[in-house]
């Protein structure tokens, strides 16, 4: 045993460099799953506690199903009667803005997760408030009796962000002009003090009803029960309660809130995860590639160890054991980078979530064990077959032949299976038989399978591809290329794991750049239709229903139409209740400053929009046609004040508002079965010829400041999604290249171990006149045969990886997108294989082309 | 006329404490057209000289002539492009590409050089009659016997028509039967296209084959053969036999 260990470490000592490549490997695997799975943590962590924690000691929850059907008195009194209950506590809440902010806010776009704040107001009874939440008070005092006191209890960091002192006045604006309150507290920003990321105030409830014209009104009623349930006796009083207030309101968990935020996050997330899985999966060949090297250059060793008397299997331990030991330093390195990493990420998300996250920002115990451990066992699972080897070789044959890489039925036979392989799990994937919830996990072994399928194909089709590419080979690196891309079918499997682990490499780029195209492609055109018009007009408080009709008479408008926004709930086909987005829109004038897209471009678009001006018709979103299997003719439930409504569908247009969760109806059925007449967006088409910023200047000037409205052309909406897509897709981009950074390792330890392997014969061909520029092109030549191979079967096999995310996203998630091959992607994905095989094969190559002539032709 | 002269060669090794004289003063001379063997017991130089004589190694003191250039005046590049043009080698282990055909093996000093083999195609084809190879041209070396992979390494080593061939022990991975049929080769390569050849061996039945054998001990040249006249192979072979027991080789 001691021996055992002393042959390792000194085996490690001996090969630094090799040493230290292949624990590279394990160390960016393993940090890019710690780095992932601490981001995860804390911005799960993060978002729960942000419901749980603002909720503080709350049972259960009452909200209203609809918007527009706040809850009444009665709706309080029924409650106070429910034996279970002890206290209720009803807030108001109102979305505002200081009368001396800028007009803050902008396009309220949903995407992946991302939101935008504003001031957030809650109306509480000052004295039942503390029983449910501890607001921590940093200065001055909480709220006080009376309920109609003009007073606000602030965070402290907002107040510090805008200069706010206790004792100050703020102007508050409502839909009656602007009301002063002082401010006579700050809380910290922490428990109910992170609602809204903290620009939120608390206001007694009497005078948040008086200042929002909400008086009898009420928007969620906190419960206390009378006992601790358990999570059983729990969900009984949550069912009886909600049996008891009709279906009218929503009886739910406080935390409930958080999941649907945490479910936009875990579809990014599990993209994420997804890469990193493929980035240790490239580990593992960097690996093997490492001990398949050491096994070859210590052929001899282990014959001679052999010879006097070592078993197979303590040959087998002693290659374990270098492993383990590289697997755990590596892990543990890849802990620490991961650490680090996580920093970093936890910023990125942090910033799509619209909170920090570095609070949350804890080394969960689990995850750092998951992720040592899965970094050892990758170890020692790419070093296995290497060390059985090693335990094959027999003490004769090792004293006098060198090591040959083990090629046997892979080579021959082994693209049979590849090929079934592919096309049965492409047919899978492109098929989707999956029921939903476990889809994706069957989808990504499913895609594994591809993985692997690729992979056999590899070896019995290296020398067709040597010889296609012969001329290319001799056009850039003349016959020293014509020499050295031979060299490419000699150890086939070696070769093979190599240039599958580039074309994984190239194939992630690909499929993010198809990803980021197709979803620019639909994003744009959704948003030009959306914000069609050339101004985009907003405002922190609700607008008139005149206010479009206003802002048409300004000069070098050219025509203006006023959108509603409403938060509704619709009956799923497959039964429930779910959330969605009501846009009001008025079919004559929407219809001159934009336009829709309707999915089906042969649809009658005037019958369409006659129907919609007509009222009780909708256009649903391409994302609700797609998920629900529904289209034109079919009815839509939607609950409304007068109960459940049903519309008829008029049209599918592309939209992803909220997610795509979202239909169009007219103002008319707004008024009639909301009875709502209220703005909160207004598109502006410009007179031909007018500069934007003129009509822009001009609609500030007579209504800007009065009405609070916050203006932006449609260049810079469309440019501020690009950098929210930019930022969120940067992260895949970043794994992808972490893929080809591992990949290009790969190349270096393979091309290293080819040298190593050829030393006698490089020392011939420089004894009988090859230059040592001429060495380097030869092995230059062979890296870049497998940039070559890996880079256009990276390519094929991205599109069709990209083509299956497509189709798998909309499957998932309903959104349906044009599948767009960027021809950019291709260039660079395909640049990006060609340089990295190059600059890895540098050191290789100058080491080959240093080699020792006289050594080298006595080297056995 | 000498096409390779080398005078006064020296080459000291340092191994730790110790200063070994590989070669401690040897002048050499080989005529165009002619065959030379170098003999010696281990250690006594002649792989070191070879090594010198075909520029794969520096020498300590003295220099290489090969067609009136010094080697020491040669840098690195130049020497490569010398060795690529003018010295031919045959190794003991054949030290053939094995991705490479037979005929390619053979064309792999042309396109190092950068030339394209259909020029030379006749030449190629000459060489392939000479050593008989005609019926393998187009096998892998792992196809190939030990004696066939030697004949090709013969071929490729006289394919730039170099000015002079050298050969390290070119039988001692063969047996006797093919050692022969490769030394016979060597022998007509000398005869027929007049190539200059030198050969280390430990073989006296290889040696005889020469028209010149010398002998060298401790880094020196300590004896030497001349077999203009004699034709007879054993006679030739019982001599060089002489020496190597008055060397105690």
């Given amino acids: 045993m001691r021996l055992l260990i002393k042959l390792t470490l000194r085996s490690i000592q001996r090969h630094p460099a090799r040493t230290i490549l292949s624990m590279l490997g394990i160390t960016i695997g393993v940090a890019g799953i710690l780095a992932l799975g601490i981001t995860n943590q804390a911005s799960m962590q993060s978002i729960s506690a942000l419901f749980e924690e603002s909720s503080g000691k709350v049972d259960l929850m009452v909200t209203a199903s609809s918007d527009n059907q706040p809850l009444s008195e009665g709706t309080i009194r029924v409650t106070e009667n429910i034996a279970a209950v002890r206290v209720v506590l009803p807030i108001v809440k109102a979305n505002t803005a200081f009368a001396d902010q800028a007009s803050g806010g902008g396009l309220e776009l949903s995407f992946l997760g991302m939101d935008s704040g504003g001031f957030l107001l809650h109306g509480v009874n000052p004295v039942l408030e503390p029983l449910a939440r501890d607001y921590k008070i940093v200065e001055g005092r909480f709220l006080e009796d009376p309920l109609e006191a003009l007073e606000v209890v602030l965070v402290e960091s907002y107040a510090q962000d805008e200069d706010i002192q206790v004792g100050d006045r703020v102007e508050v604006l409502t839909p009656n002009g602007v009301e002063r309150l002082r401010v006579v507290g700050l809380i910290a920003r922490e428990g109910p003090g992170q609602i809204n990321n903290g620009a939120f105030g608390i206001v007694p409830l009497n005078t948040a009803q008086r200042m929002f014209n909400r008086l009898g009104e009420y928007d969620q009623l906190d419960l206390l029960l009378t006992e601790s349930n358990s999570s059983q006796a729990l969900e009984e009083v949550r069912l009886a309660i909600q049996r008891r207030l009709g279906e009218a309101v929503s009886v739910t968990y406080p935390a409930g809130q958080g999941q649907r935020m945490s479910q936009m996050l875990s579809n990014y997330q599990i993209g994420l995860n997804f890469l990193s899985g493929i980035a240790l999966f490239v580990g593992a060949f960097l690996i093997y590639n490492a001990f398949a090297m050491t096994v070859v250059e210590r052929t001899r060793e282990f014959g001679m160890l052999r010879t006097i008397g070592m078993t197979r299997r303590q040959i087998i331990l002693q290659v374990i054991s270098e492993a383990l030991v590289l697997g755990i330093f590596g892990s543990g390195l890849g802990v620490l980078m991961g650490i680090l990493g996580a920093r970093g990420l936890a910023g990125l998300v942090g910033s799509l979530l619209g909170t920090d996250l570095s609070a949350d920002l804890v080394v969960p115990g689990g995850t750092l064990l998951l992720s040592l451990f899965v970094g050892i066992i990758v170890t020692i699972i790419g070093a296995l077959m290497p060390s059985i080897q090693a335990g094959q070789v027999s003490p004769i044959a090792a004293l006098r032949v060198r090591g040959r890489s083990q090629e046997g039925w892979i080579t021959r036979s082994g693209w049979k299976f590849g090929i079934a392989g592919l096309l049965v799990s492409t047919a899978i994937l492109l098929w989707n038989p999956f029921p939903y919830d476990p889809q994706f996990i069957l989808g990504s072994l499913t895609v594994f399978l591809m993985f692997g399928g690729v992979t056999l194909m590899i070896p019995g089709t290296v020398s067709t591809w040597e010889k296609l590419s012969r001329p290319l080979m001799r056009l850039i690196f003349r016959n020293s290329g014509l020499i050295g891309s031979r060299n490419i079918g000699r150890s086939k499997v070696r070769t093979t794991l190599t240039i599958v682990a580039l074309l994984i490499g190239v194939a992630m780029i690909l499929v993010v750049r198809v990803m980021t195209a197709s979803f620019s492609q639909d994003l744009v055109s959704w948003i030009n239709a959306y914000i069609g018009g050339d101004i985009y007009i907003h405002s922190s408080v609700p607008l008139r229903a005149d206010m479009a009709n206003q802002v048409a008479g300004i000069t070098g408008v050219g025509a203006a139409t006023p959108i509603h926004y409403q938060n509704i709930e619709f009956m799923a086909p497959g039964g429930g209740l779910e959330p969605l987005t009501f846009m009001a829109v008025d079919p004559a004038t929407y219809t001159r400053v934009t336009s829709f897209i309707f999915s089906d471009s042969n649809i009658n678009a005037q019958a369409a929009l006659a129907e919609l001006n007509d009222g009780g018709a909708l256009f649903i979103s391409s994302v609700i046609a797609e998920k629900y299997n529904l289209g034109v003719g079919d009815r839509f439930w939607i609950r409304t004040n007068q109960g459940l409504q049903d519309f008829s569908i008029a049209a599918v247009v592309v939209d992803f508002f909220n997610q795509g969760l979202v239909v169009t109806g007219n103002r008319h059925d707004l008024r009639r079965f909301f009875r709502s007449n209220e703005i909160s967006t207004i598109l502006v088409k410009v007179d031909a010829g007018v500069p934007t910023a003129d009509v822009i200047a001009n609609i500030e000037q007579v209504y800007g400041k009065r009405y609070h409205l916050s203006l932006e052309s449609n260049e810079t909406i469309r440019g501020n999604i690009s950098v929210l897509m930019d930022q969120a897709f940067s992260m895949f981009d970043v794994m992808a290249v972490l893929a080809v950074l591992i990949s290009s390792l790969g190349i270096v330890n393979t091309l290293m171990m080819n040298i190593m392997e050829r030393t006698q014969e490089i020392g011939m061909l420089r004894a009988i006149g090859m230059t040592r520029g001429q060495v380097i092109k030869m092995v230059l030549s062979e890296a870049g045969l497998m940039g070559v191979i890996g880079g256009l079967v990276g390519l094929v096999f991205g599109v069709l990886l990209a083509k299956i995310f497509l189709t798998g996203m909309t499957a998932m998630s309903g959104y349906r997108l044009d599948f767009i091959v960027p021809l950019g992607g291709v260039i660079t994905s395909l640049v990006v294989a060609l340089v990295i095989s190059q600059l890895a094969a540098i050191q290789p190559a100058r080491k080959a082309s240093r080699t020792n002539i006289l050594e080298a032709i006595h080297y056995e | ?249």
Avoid: W
């Fill in chain 2, 1 to 249: 006329m000498a096409v390779l002269n080398a005078t006064n060669l020296h080459k000291f090794y340092q191994l730790g404490e110790f200063q070994i004289k590989a070669l401690n003063g040897v002048d050499f001379e080989v005529e165009a057209g002619a065959f030379v063997a170098i003999m010696g017991p281990s250690g006594s130089g002649k792989s070191t000289l070879l090594h010198l004589l075909g520029g794969l190694d520096v020498a300590t003191d003295g220099d290489v002539m090969l067609t009136g250039q010094a080697f020491s005046e040669l840098p690195d590049h130049q020497m490569t492009l010398t060795r690529r043009r003018n010295i031919g080698f045959v190794f003991q282990f054949f030290n053939l590409l094995p991705t490479l055909t037979a005929e390619e093996n053979i064309q792999l000093p042309i396109l190092i050089d950068g030339g394209k083999p259909e020029v030379f195609q006749s030449r190629v084809d000459q060489l392939i009659d000479l050593v008989g190879l005609n019926d393998r041209r187009d096998h892998k070396p792992d196809q190939l016997s030990g004696g066939e992979q030697q004949r090709v390494a013969i071929a490729r080593a006289l394919v730039t028509q170099p000015a002079i061939l050298l050969a390290d022990e070119p039988t001692g991975n063969l047996d006797t039967k093919t050692g022969k049929v490769i030394m016979s080769l060597l022998r007509r390569s000398c005869d027929e296209l007049g190539q200059t050849i030198i050969v280390v061996t430990h073989d006296p039945r290889a040696a005889a084959y020469a028209d010149r054998v010398v002998f060298l001990r401790d880094g020196k040249e300590q004896e030497t053969l001349k077999f203009k006249e004699l034709k007879d192979l054993s006679e030739r072979i019982r001599k060089i036999m002489g020496i190597m027991e008055k060397m105690e080789i």
